[in-house]
């Protein structure tokens, strides 16, 4: 055990920086602290490639963080992986509404997954926030879809499902939708983790977080 850090912080900085020596890409200074969680999150210096920032992500992110927009997740694995104390200091919260009574009936009316209809039934609530998809390639798609009536469109849409069945086809789509600012990590690798790190990477950002 002698070999090994225990010092938490000191594990971080670490990390962070043989991350940093070894990225291929150039990008600007908030980006990559953004490039640099989902690294770290995924352990996997090979996902840089993947990963897509539009270019007025960050600025439309943390302009409505700093407004005290809420975040929207898809799952509540995505939700739970939110640093929900540094969001509430900006006036914000994290939401999942899967726990919604009205759900097993409409999703079976409507013939839709329950992401979907949870998104469906509340599509209100996605004007001006940050939605953060981790699990669900349908949930995705039915993001863009209501994204489509500037009523019900997000501020910034983290699109990262993970699967084999529709979460490549899913981010695709999203990464071609440029009038809508997004992160993503393209291709079939994704899940709730990197999600919730690419929210925590922006509120640490408008908190002032350095690590």
Same mark, same amino acid.
């Given at each position: 055990?002698? !070999? ?22 150039v ?13 770290? =999150?995924?352990?996997? +210096?090979?996902?840089?490639p ?10 439309? *992110? +943390? ?7 809420s ?22 919260s ?6 919604? &009574? ?8 409507w ?14 609530? +996605? ?7 981790? !699990? ?17 469109? &997000?501020?910034?849409?983290? *699109? ?5 069945v *529709? ?6 789509l999203?990464?071609?939708?440029q009038e ?7 291709? =079939?690798? *994704? ?15 408008a ?5």
């Amino acid at each position: 055990m002698n !070999n090994f850090l225990t010092d938490p912080a000191q594990i971080e900085r670490d990390s962070m920086s043989f991350i940093h020596q070894n990225l291929q890409r150039v990008w600007n200074a908030q980006e990559l602290k953004v490039v640099e969680r989902l690294i770290h =999150t995924s352990g996997d +210096l090979g996902l840089e490639p993947a990963i897509a920032i539009h270019e007025r992500a960050i600025e439309v *992110g +943390l302009h409505a963080l700093n407004q005290g927009a809420s975040v929207i997740t898809d799952v509540e694995m995505v939700r739970a992986g939110i640093a929900k104390k540094a969001l509430a200091e900006l006036g914000g919260s994290a939401e999942c509404f899967l726990g919604d &009574p009205r759900i097993p009936q409409k999703a079976a009316e409507w013939g839709l997954t329950r992401t979907m209809t949870a998104l469906r039934l509340n599509k209100e609530r +996605l004007r001006g926030a940050i939605v953060a998809v981790g !699990n669900a390639p349908t949930a995705l798609i039915e993001v863009l879809e209501l994204a489509q009536d500037p009523e019900y469109r &997000p501020a910034l849409i983290i *699109g990262i499902p993970v699967g084999f069945v *529709g979460a490549k086809e899913s981010k695709d789509l999203l990464w071609q939708k440029q009038e809508f600012p997004s992160i993503t990590v393209l291709g =079939t690798r *994704g899940g709730s983790p990197l999600a919730a790190t690419v929210v925590n990477a922006l509120i640490y950002l408008a908190v002032g977080r350095t690590l």
